[in-house]
């Protein structure tokens, strides 16, 4: 029941990427840059209030904050279903976002807490596999609904599973809550995050109708980067900063993290601006759509945990490497290869090769951020990953889909996508490279 709660989130991001083209369609006098904010804006809202959610799990209760998170996604899934305009849709995702960032970090301490310590390993295993494997889902489950139902039923689907959850887990689970009285994380510092995520996000889906060179485009990427200047500012002299930004001189938590960034930034514009490739350019149902870039997140939760077991004896970069080596290699090679007609067996074979080299890289990343921080300082370290992780799904997103709708022809759309995927992730290599979590390694 917890694994469940806490995949609402998952298949909530994911689901979007079938989504897209569907509310296109159902609203056709929105743009695309406006259309983009409904995916936008549940990232923006996720990397500002996740950390201030698990403290704040640990200091009403665990149990409590589970409820009141998915009581907030049931509200804002209502609210998505009924949606008369995109704008409303914007809000209810928002306001489901905000629900994942209370049931998340909930749900995880009460499951902890729940169990007897012979039995952690194999529940942070599986917790790993199902957030993995979750996202997988989003697409075809949304293809399917989208297909029979409407769009409308990507979020009425969340109802009786939000529902079952608010009436099974009060009788099941004790209330907890932390030893320890934990102050409050910085709340300026996530209005700070999300907006400077916000404006950046703006300068790079407005950059097609308004054009780079514009001055709100380059207004919007600088303002936004400023703030974020102000954000590690702050965050440096704060006594309780939302992200410990102080464990950046711990240099594997810095350079996992920078990768991390960068990498996830790639992988997001692929996931999203492909899906809309397919479904849009090449005139596949929602459903096949949905199946075809499920192998993506698939393979990362599938191989997470097996690949965490191993890395940890062997350094976790053994994998990093190898794998961004085999994402570049297939995604230059489908770049070659695919164009305006519609190859199945070549593209869904590389979104599977994809998808395991990612594998390979998002858990390893993942666990060298933390390899070196103390067990007091697990929280901190993995407040900081998941907010890279959610600035990068937008970043990553915003530029994916600008550049698939803005291009003249598929084959255009195929070469901007391609570029932006192979470069990025090349810009990460430099920080994977130095990344040494082995045993005998160094250490500093």
Do not use: K
């Amino acid at each position: 029941m917890l694994i469940l709660s806490a995949a609402l989130s998952g298949i909530g991001l994911s689901i979007m990427t079938v989504g897209y083209p569907a509310l296109g369609e159902a609203f056709p006098g929105v743009s695309d840059p406006t259309l983009s904010w409904v995916t936008n804006i549940f990232t923006i809202v996720a990397a500002a209030t996740l950390v201030i959610g698990g403290v704040l799990a640990d200091r009403v209760g665990r149990r409590r904050m589970l409820m009141a998170g998915v009581g907030l996604f049931l509200a804002g899934s209502v609210l998505g279903g009924l949606a008369p305009s995109v704008g409303v849709l914007i809000g209810a995702r928002a306001v489901m976002a905000a629900g994942g960032s209370a049931i998340h970090p909930a749900a995880v301490a009460l499951l902890l807490a729940s169990l007897p310590s012979n039995r952690l390993p194999l529940a942070v295993g599986i917790w790993a596999v199902a957030g993995g494997t979750s996202s997988a889902f989003g697409p075809p489950v949304g293809g399917l609904v989208i297909e029979w139902l409407g769009w409308e039923w990507m979020f009425w689907l969340n109802v009786p599973f939000c529902l079952i959850i608010l009436i099974v887990v009060p009788a099941v689970f004790r209330e907890s809550r932390s030893g320890e009285s934990r102050a409050l994380p910085d709340p300026l510092g996530g209005v700070m995050v999300a907006a400077a995520t916000a404006l950046v996000t703006l300068g790079i889906v407005q950059s097609d109708p308004w054009g780079w060179t514009d001055a709100r485009v380059i207004g919007s990427i600088i303002g936004g980067l400023a703030v974020f200047g102000l954000f590690v500012q702050r965050s440096l002299h704060h006594p309780n900063p939302l992200v410990e930004l102080r464990l950046f001189q711990i240099p594997n938590v810095r350079r996992s993290n920078l990768a991390m960034l960068i990498f996830a930034s790639s992988w997001f514009g692929m996931f999203f601006g492909f899906t809309v490739i397919v479904i849009r350019s090449w005139g596949w149902t929602p459903l096949e759509g949905g199946f075809a870039v499920a192998p993506l997140p698939l393979f990362a939760g599938v191989l997470g945990v097996l690949i965490g077991r191993i890395a940890h004896r062997t350094g976790h970069r053994l994998f990093i490497l190898p794998g961004t080596a085999i994402y570049v290699g297939t995604t230059i090679a489908l770049w070659l290869v695919l164009g305006d007609e519609p190859n199945a067996a070549v593209f869904v074979t590389g979104m599977t090769v994809i998808g395991i080299s990612t594998g390979m890289v998002f858990p390893s990343l993942m666990a060298a951020s933390i390899s070196d921080v103390s067990p007091d300082q697990h929280s901190l370290a993995t407040g900081i990953n998941f907010t890279a992780q959610r600035v990068a799904t937008t970043i990553g997103v915003a530029l994916g889909l600008t550049f698939v709708t803005s291009a003249a022809s598929t084959s255009d759309a195929i070469d901007l996508l391609m570029g932006m995927v192979v470069v990025t992730a090349l810009v990460s290599l430099p920080f994977s490279a130095r990344i040494d979590t082995r045993p005998s390694g160094p250490q500093s």
